[in-house]
Each structure stands twice: as C-alpha cells, then as structure tokens.
C-alpha cells in the first residue's frame, strides 16, 4: 500500500508544480487565452494522485496487486500519465507564446499525444482486469 501512497504523493506534488507553471508562466508572458497547459494540472492530480489512492485502498481490500495484470498496468499507467502530460506541456507552451506551428508539426503533436491516449487505455483495461479477477481479503468478523 506504501508503494502506492508514495506513488499518488509523487504525482500530487507533480501537480502543484504544473500549477504553479501554469499560473507564472501565462502571467510572465501576459496570455490570457485558453491553453492545454491547464490540464496538466488536473491530469497529474486527478489521473495521477487520485488513481494511486484508490488504487492503495483497493490493495488493502483486495488481492489486486496479486493479479498478473496489475504489474503491467503499474508501468504502463506510470510511462502513459507522465507522456500525456510531456505533450500537453508540447501543446501548450508554443500556444502561450503564440507561436504558429505547422499543420506538420501540430499533427505530429496531435499523433503523439495519441500514443500516449492509446498507452493510458491499455493501462486502465488492465487495472479493471485485475480489479475484476481480484477477490476482497477483509475477514468478516
């Protein structure tokens, strides 16, 4: 359950720090506009900091973390949830900055944020698998 604890304190502290981002660097640079860097901050505490708290819940209820496709979805929700956010920070900064990027360049943004969609959906299909196969460990008294 530490693992997981510690897992959700890394990503909550991930998300202050995207906030702070967020918040001075559309101030420095005076943007006013909407921009995906919002998200970041949401994606870290929400997808990061409140799975990983649920999840510590459901390993001490549960055999979840016994169950042959929780390992897999632990690395693959960990590189997935990271990655998405790396290319919401790609979107977000040139559009703070008002750069104009290529249809090239933006469906290459677009294209990769996508693998990491893809890599978070496979994660979360494996965590409902294990979740699924898993049997409660709380004795009745």
Not at 66 to 82: E, R, S, T
Not at 127 to 133: D, E, G, I, P
């Amino acid at each position: 359950m530490k693992k997981y604890i510690n897992t959700a304190f890394i990503y909550a502290i991930a998300a202050i720090a995207c906030g702070v981002f967020y918040r001075e660097f559309t101030k420095f640079n005076m943007f006013e506009g909407k921009t995906t860097l919002a998200f970041t901050h949401l994606h870290f505490f929400a997808l990061g900091a409140l799975v990983f708290l649920l999840v510590a819940v459901f390993s001490e209820i549960t055999d979840v973390t016994q169950q042959k496709a929780f390992k897999p979805f632990f690395v693959l929700y960990n590189i997935g949830l990271p990655f998405m956010v790396v290319m919401l920070f790609v979107r977000g900064i040139p559009q703070v900055l008002q750069m104009e990027l290529s249809k090239g360049i933006s469906s290459a943004i677009s294209g990769v944020a996508g693998i990491a969609h893809i890599i978070m959906a496979v994660a979360v299909v494996l965590l409902f698998t294990a979740l699924r196969k898993s049997k409660c460990t709380i004795k009745k008294a």
